[in-house]
């Protein structure tokens, strides 16, 4: 039970902190959100910002994507899907056909943190540049040349001639002296032009020209050439002159530019004069006036005008803040892309030509070019020494002249018929004379490596041995007789035997040069190496590729003279006219015939689970490889020698049934045809063959479909003996053989070793293989009494047949009983245990149509047990695409293939509440804890799919437009809570013995319990929190603070989180104007419940700023990233949103006077504070460092008297900051009535009590205070500190000035002086100190004591400020409490009005932030 679990997390707590564990906060019972905006309804429509309470009505919805095919059509064959009856073969179509289901969130970009915001990316507006008297301070010490250029300021020195400028007489050339002029810019943005007697410029100048004087610079040729003259402005006037034309040209062109410069900037100065002159001064009358009066009394004009300029002229606070300038992508999901068909690396392979050394004119006439003798044929494929297989299919190349080709007769009738029968509709496509002759094929290589070789196989027709045959070609001798003797042999051959084909050589190349996929383009092809027919199969290559960089054994083979020319090269995407390995075009095809057409060629890729992806396309190849035949014992024929075998897919064994047209045809042919023989050996009664034969398989395959063999002895001899009839037959039938494609409903592939039949009966497939029992068929005569003679192997590429036993039962078992509607329990259970062995790589090339079906069986089910056991076979499936780093397939399912089945109430169930039923069982304790622990680890996947089952089922049923609490069952409702309720016991106890799952987990339930908002009843999703939050108490491990912060970190990034918090009054009565009505500046019952999330978030704030410092930064940091948030969306820009949102974030004050005494003035103020003090003043002010945690013995208002009197004695520049009377800030006192556990970072004190405060803010107001009331007393550091204070700025620059004016009025004097030391700490925290004491810091020399000028404000030329004067006025006040409260309001009050015409601040570290910053 929760509670159980709740006291195993406590048990836990005291044994990792031995600090005693203390009572947990009580929690607060949230508004029912969906009564409230009901009852309220009138109040929301007629605010004026009701958006900030609304939902949006367009908040979400369905959409279907059409899914993007690079093809020119489906894959899919136009009557697939008629023809399918198989269920595993229909849902892989389906899968195929379908487009994508998405669910859109419309403020989806909101819902992140403040990084990810749509209009985050837009460049921050930069502050103007100030120049600040410190650094003009240290500006003096330094080398005048450096300083100008480091300004970044126009600087230029060089000698020049001044002339006497005594008006008593006139300039000669004899009065121009040589001086060294340095131009110099002043801390001010102002320039000099100083004159020296030579380039010492680090000396005092001889002379000055002030060049703000200056109203022009002209040419003067008059007295000396190359002169120009300076006029200024009291007529008077400067004579200078260059050495030569250019230097005088270049001289008046500096000067020039800067004078351009000087009057800009005096335009924009009185620009900004104009524009805030009257504005002033009725600030500084109605701030005079305002000491004996109350705030409402000042003029609406002067708040309208102060207002204006504040929206207009401020950039906005957090943009100055370093953390919300750094990037940080850890919080950025990676884009999740629909499934697409990816290869691996690409290799484009182009035949150019194969020629050998025999050469000759082939025409009758020997008129025409002189070509090979014969045809020959180019097989082209990829072989992987490394792990022994071939990785590809053949390429089949035809490289011959025309003249060549004509040598061959026509292929008999039947191989020409057309595409008519075909199974292909490549006729509608595309017209076949293109695809005839190909010369470009593209590879593909999932695992590139260097031992991966592209082999050349070259054949010709069939004539006799391979080594008679090849003899001519090995010889360098005069040729010409040879070749005519070669050529005339070759007709004969070619016109007898021209579908025969024989073995002649091979040559084979590396591929890449490494194992990134580098293509080794030098490399060539070797020679051509002559065949051996005893070492022809796929294996043999693969021995003699094992020695293809051994030279001494490639020696020994015999070479074939001639060059085979084929490159290969990269492929670039979009390649033109290309078809995949099905003939399919790509969408850049032209139909034409002289188009160059590229032909994928199939990769074999291996089967692991690494290299699979899910199929996206219709594909379904079978290859056929007949290996062997052991024809030397057989005794059924005379003569059984040069063996061809034909192959043939038929799917009847009816005597008169033709075979299927649908073998991919050789080069030249026809693109499909009905037969394909293999190489034919000569004189071999035990031949090898290596050739492979594509089939494009029907969609549905049944029993009769099978693979037909014939046997034919080919009569090689040609010579004249024996009669012409004898002489007219080619070929002998010498036997049959058949294998059947269908086994218990799957492909049979691999290798096979079947018995050959002498004779073909109808209906020879019912007949029993030999010696197995009775014979139920026809009566065969085996060959050789019935032993396995042919060994064949077949190799399945298809995406609608699985090989895999498991998953094929579980379709077929799914089909008998309709997705287990009418299933017996314990039988599809076992079918759903097996799954569990299926392999891998099956697993993930089939996933949407796995995941599919079982989300069916899932909603179909009528038993618990099925359903649990579906939820582990999905839980083993993401695991095993975890465990591989393939979970991108997962989100892709999720996102895009997903989709809930129709929802018919009286026959199926919803997926999200069976899924979370189930998902329940799987984590109870007494459940496996495997299954649990890894259903926790990648939990996401599970609250994915309940998340858009949600949307779906609201969209697709209407329920969308129900009220909030109508749209989901009471059941579901109850499963959503237990799964929180079971899940927090797994995240809060195994976070040590499994921190991965615990922590995936965590954020996965926040996720998941975000997204609820949008489509639930809110009131019951604030619950849900809140039984979250339950199971954590004060003391926990820092892990478990972790877990917590996150959690509500990402809940509170929910696109609608201000809705949420229903900034709105809350007051009894008739609706008053918002100005009008009570605000929250504390944590009260009722804030908490009224403004759910903000209080809960801040209450945990609070709670956490008294543990240890790691577990504070976590949850200063939610809290300050969640404000930066609010601050940069664009949806609430204005002032008025703005100030409407600090309303939730008023209790933050609070927060911070309660740890006001924790916030240390000497360790963030730069003035060196007791400098010339004693080491007993030092111990007055600051605590021994062995016990940071003490109980305050000073009383409140000496406390309050002593910050009082020196900050705002620091403030007014009178009080010195170097007394010793700088505020004991280490004292503390309990800023109110809540309390938390006393811990410190050795953990070794003890709680003590400590009396507490009223607080004037909590009268009438029951307060949320934690069980104690011991405050802790260790200093927060400065991290923490600046993040506070930026949130305390933040808040009070954005609120209204009721909002402050309220406040003021409402705090009590101690609570008054508590938030203006606060302020002044914010002074001392962001007081820019100087480019040398940064660069100090920097190179970590320490800081530099400065002598005490105004550090803080900029130089200000025409005006001083009004802040300086007022403070003035301020700090001649009685520094006692005892004037009145409304007095002191009235002070305040005018101080404020008249702060903002102060200087801008400026951008850190180069620029002050004040308190014109924030007000």
């Known amino acids: 039970s929760p509670q159980k679990s709740l006291d195993a997390a406590a048990s836990e707590a005291e044994v990792d902190n031995p600090i005693e564990v203390l009572a947990k906060p009580k929690l607060i019972e949230p508004i029912d959100y969906e009564n409230v905006i009901v009852q309220k309804k009138t109040q929301i429509l007629n605010d004026a910002l009701r958006e900030m309470l609304l939902f949006p009505y367009d908040d979400f919805q369905t959409a279907i994507l059409i899914r993007q095919r690079p093809y020119i059509c489906s894959t ?168 030569s034309e250019t230097e005088m040209e270049e001289w008046i062109t500096t ?142 190349v035809d490289l011959n002249h025309s003249t060549v080709r004509h040598m061959i007769p026509n292929a008999p009738h039947q191989f020409l018929n057309g595409s008519s029968d075909c199974l292909h509709r490549i006729k509608d496509i595309i017209p076949e004379v293109m695809l005839q002759y190909p010369k470009q094929g593209v590879f593909s290589v999932t695992c590139p490596h260097p031992d991966i070789f592209l082999v050349a196989r070259i054949e010709k027709v069939l004539q006799g041995s391979i080594t008679h045959c090849a003899e001519p070609y090995m010889k360098s001798s005069d040729s010409s007789k040879v070749a005519q003797k070669v050529l005339k042999n070759a007709k004969q051959a070619c016109q007898r035997l021209g579908q025969y084909r024989m073995p002649f050589a091979w040559a084979a190349r590396p591929l890449f040069k490494d194992a990134s996929g580098t293509l080794d383009k030098n490399a060539r092809f070797s020679a051509l190496y002559r065949q051996d027919s005893n070492k022809l199969s796929n294996e043999d290559m693969l021995k003699l590729l094992a020695d293809f960089r051994k030279p001494e054994k490639m020696a020994k083979l015999p070479v074939i003279l001639g060059n085979l020319d084929i490159t290969i090269d990269n492929v670039f995407p979009d390649i033109p006219n290309y078809v995949n390995s099905s003939y399919i075009p790509m969408k850049q095809f032209e139909n034409s015939t002289k188009t160059l057409v590229t032909f994928e060629v199939e990769e074999f890729v291996p089967c692991i689970p690494k290299h699979t992806q899910p199929f996206t396309i219709y594909n379904n190849h079978l290859y056929v490889y007949p290996k062997h035949l052991k ?67 029907p969609t549905q395959l049944h029993e009769k479909h099978h693979l037909l063999f014939t046997f034919f002895h080919v009569s090689c001899d040609n010579s004249s003996k024996g009669t012409t009839k004898k002489k007219d037959i080619v070929e002998t039938q010498v036997g049959y053989s058949w294998l059947q494609l269908l086994k218990d409903g799957r492909v049979v592939t691999n290798e096979q070793h079947i018995p050959v039949s002498a004779n073909i009966p109808s209906g020879y497939l019912n007949n029993q293989e030999p010696g197995t029992g009775k014979h139920s068929g026809p009566e065969i005569k085996w060959v050789d009494g019935g032993k396995p003679l042919l060994k064949v192997s077949t190799h399945l590429v298809s995406t609608v047949y699985t090989q895999d036993q498991h998953l094929n039962n579980f379709f077929q078992y799914c089909q008998k009983t309709e997705s287990g509607a009418q299933a017996l329990g314990a039988d599809l259970v076992k079918y759903l245990k097996s799954l569990h062995a299926m392999e891998g790589y099956v697993m993930i090339a089939f996933l949407p149509t796995i995941l599919n079906q079982l989300f ?57 509440e069976e899924l979370a039923k189930s998902m329940t069982t799987i984590l109870k304790p007494s459940a496996d804890f495997l299954t649990s622990n890894k259903l926790l680890k990648y939990s996401w996947f599970f609250f994915e799919i309940l998340i858009k089952s949600m949307a779906q089922h609201l969209i697709e049923n209407s329920k969308v437009k129900l009220l909030r609490n109508q749209r989901f069952p009471a059941s579901y409702h109850h499963a959503v809570e237990t799964v929180v309720n079971m899940l927090m016991p797994h995240i809060t106890q195994k976070y040590k013995d499994n921190p991965e799952a615990s922590k995936n987990a965590n954020h996965s339930l926040a996720v998941f319990i975000k997204r609820c908002f949008t489509f639930m009843d809110r009131g019951f999703v604030f619950k849900q929190i809140n039984n979250y939050v339950s199971f954590f108490a004060p003391g926990d491990p820092k892990t478990l603070f972790e877990f917590k912060f996150e959690f509500l970190r990402v809940v509170c990034n929910h696109e609608h989180y201000i809705p949420l918090n229903l900034p709105m009054p809350f007051g009894k009565g008739r609706i008053q104007r918002y100005q009008d009505l009570q605000l929250d ?105 062995s016990n940071p945690l ?129 302020a002044e700490v914010c002074l001392h925290q962001f007081q820019y100190m100087g480019k040398r004491y940064i660069a100090r810091n920097q190179e970590g020399l320490g800081p530099i004591v400065h002598d005490r000028k105004s550090q803080t404000l900029p130089v200000s030329r025409n005006r001083t400020g009004m802040m300086h004067a007022r403070l003035q006025q301020l700090s001649s006040l009685d520094n006692s409490l005892t004037f009145s409260h409304s007095k002191f309001h009235d002070i305040i009050t005018a101080e404020i009005s008249s702060s903002t015409t102060t200087p801008e601040a400026g951008q850190n570290p180069h620029q002050n932030m004040s308190w014109t910053l924030f007000l």
């Open 76 to 243: 899919v064959p136009d009557n697939a899907e008629k023809e399918a009856h198989s269920l595993f073969v229909t849902e892989c179509i389906k899968t195929y056909n379908s487009d994508w289901h998405v669910v859109n969130y419309k403020y989806e970009d909101y819902s992140g943190e403040f990084r990810q915001l749509p209009n985050k990316g837009t460049k921050l507006e930069k502050l103007p540049v100030h120049v600040y008297e410190v650094d003009e301070e240290a500006d003096k010490d330094e080398d005048a040349a450096s300083l100008g250029s480091q300004k970044g300021g126009i600087t230029k020195q060089g000698w020049l001639y001044k002339g006497n400028m005594n008006s008593a007489i006139s300039v000669t050339m004899r009065s121009f002296k040589r001086r060294f002029f340095h131009l110099l810019q002043l801390g001010d943005g102002s320039y000099n032009l100083n004159f020296y007697k030579d380039e010492k410029i680090s000396k005092e100048p001889k002379g000055s020209i002030f060049l703000d004087s200056c109203m022009g610079v002209v040419q003067n040729n008059k007295v000396r050439r190359f002169a120009f003259e300076l006029k200024m402005q009291d007529k008077s006037s400067y004579l200078l002159a260059a050495d």
């Open 255 to 396: 000067l020039n530019k800067i004078l351009q410069l000087n009057f800009e900037a005096a335009m924009q100065e009185k620009r900004n004069g104009d524009l805030h002159e009257d504005d002033e001064q009725s600030k500084m009358d109605s701030s005079s006036s305002s000491l004996d009066s109350y705030l409402p009394e000042i003029t609406k004009a002067s708040r309208d005008s102060e207002t204006k300029f504040k929206s207009e002229s401020r950039v906005k606070l957090f943009a100055l803040d370093p953390d919300a300038q750094k990037l940080d992508f850890s919080g950025i999901e990676p884009e999740v892309k629909p499934f697409e068909e990816k290869c691996g690396k690409k290799i484009l392979v182009k035949c150019h030509d194969l020629s050998f050394n025999l050469q000759s004119c082939v025409a009758e006439n020997e008129e025409g070019p002189t070509t090979n003798v014969e045809p020959f044929f180019i097989t082209l494929s990829l072989f992987d020494i490394k792990y022994n297989r071939k990785i590809s299919s053949d390429f089949l």
């Open 631 to 697: 024809y030397d014992s057989q005794k059924s024929f005379a003569k059984a020698r040069n063996i061809a075998v034909c192959i043939e897919f038929k799917d009847s064994d009816d005597e008169d049934s033709l075979p299927l047209k649908c073998i991919y045809g050789r080069p030249g042919g026809p693109v499909f045809t009905r037969q394909a023989f293999a190489t034919v050996l000569h004189h071999h009664h035990n031949p090898e063959f290596y050739d492979e034969v594509k089939i494009e398989l």
């Open 856 to 912: 069916r069986v899932l909603t179909r089910t009528t038993q618990e047990d099925v359903a649990v056991n579906v939820t582990r076979v999905i839980i083993h499936v993401v695991a095993q695409c975890h465990e591989e780093g393939l979970d991108s397939y997962l989100r892709s399912y999720v996102k895009y293939a997903y989709k809930a089945e129709p929802y018919i109430a009286s026959e199926y169930k919803t997926v999200h």
């Open 1081 to 1185: 500046y504390s944590l009260s019952d009722e804030f908490c419940k009224n403004h759910f999330l903000v209080g809960l978030l801040l209450r945990e704030v609070g709670n956490a700023l008294q543990e240890f410092r790691d577990i504070r930064q976590i949850a200063i940091s939610v809290l300050k990233n969640l404000m930066i948030k609010h601050a940069f969306d664009d949806r609430y820009a204005s002032r008025s949103h703005q100030a409407r949102i600090a309303t939730l974030y008023l209790p933050v004050f609070g927060l911070l006077i309660e740890n006001a005494h924790r916030i240390d003035v000497k360790d963030i103020s730069p003035f060196p504070i007791n400098a010339a003090g004693s080491s007993t003043k030092e111990e007055a002010v600051s605590l021994p460092a």
């Open 1190 to 1318: 003490v109980t305050p013995q000073k009383s409140v208002n000496a406390l309050d008297n002593n910050l009082h009197k020196d900050l705002f004695g620091a403030i007014s520049g009178i009080a010195s900051p170097y007394t010793s009377s700088t505020p004991n800030v280490n004292c503390v006192r309990n800023a109110d009535s809540r309390g938390s556990l006393i811990s410190t970072d050795s953990g070794n004190s003890l709680p003590e009590r400590h009396s507490e405060k009223s607080n004037s803010l909590d009268k009438n107001q029951q307060t949320c205070t934690p069980g104690s009331s011991v405050v802790r007393c260790d200093k927060l550091d400065q991290s923490e500190i600046k993040s506070l204070l930026m949130c305390f700025l933040h808040i009070l620059k954005s609120m209204s000035d009721d909002a402050l004016f309220t406040y003021w009025n409402k705090a009590s004097p101690p609570e008054l002086m508590d938030f203006f030391t606060i």
